[in-house]
């Protein structure tokens, strides 16, 4: 009998203790994300401009000088030849044709 008193005891003061102490629980914060790198951007698409120095050579779209030479080409830097058009432009070693730019120049694609 003694054993039922003390549980009834016990039970009743369990039931005193406020339920107000409980405390609540944040849900666990998100890791901290990196910024997505900027979209990678090629160079700017469009002519490219081989100037006339004004000292009979040639500025080329990198900024290297070349001489020119007589017949109105020039030789490129890694020693590939640029000839003359015979219409006022050139054509590079790999085909293409740059036009005049009507100021001793040339206008490539």
């Not at 979209?39 to 100037?51: L, R």
């Amino acid at each position: 009998m003694r054993i039922v008193m003390l549980g009834l005891v016990a039970a009743s003061l369990a039931a005193c203790v406020p339920s107000s102490t409980r405390v609540a629980v944040a849900p666990p914060a998100a890791p901290p994300v990196a910024p997505a790198p900027p979209p990678a951007t090629g160079p700017i698409a469009g002519p490219k401009k081989i100037a006339y120095d004004g000292a009979g050579g040639y500025i080329l779209p990198d900024g290297t000088r070349v001489p020119g030479d007589a017949g109105g080409g020039f030789t490129l830097p890694n020693g590939a030849k640029v000839a003359p058009d015979g219409k006022g432009g050139v054509v590079l070693p790999n085909g293409a044709h740059c036009a005049s730019d009507g100021v001793q120049g040339f206008v490539c694609p």
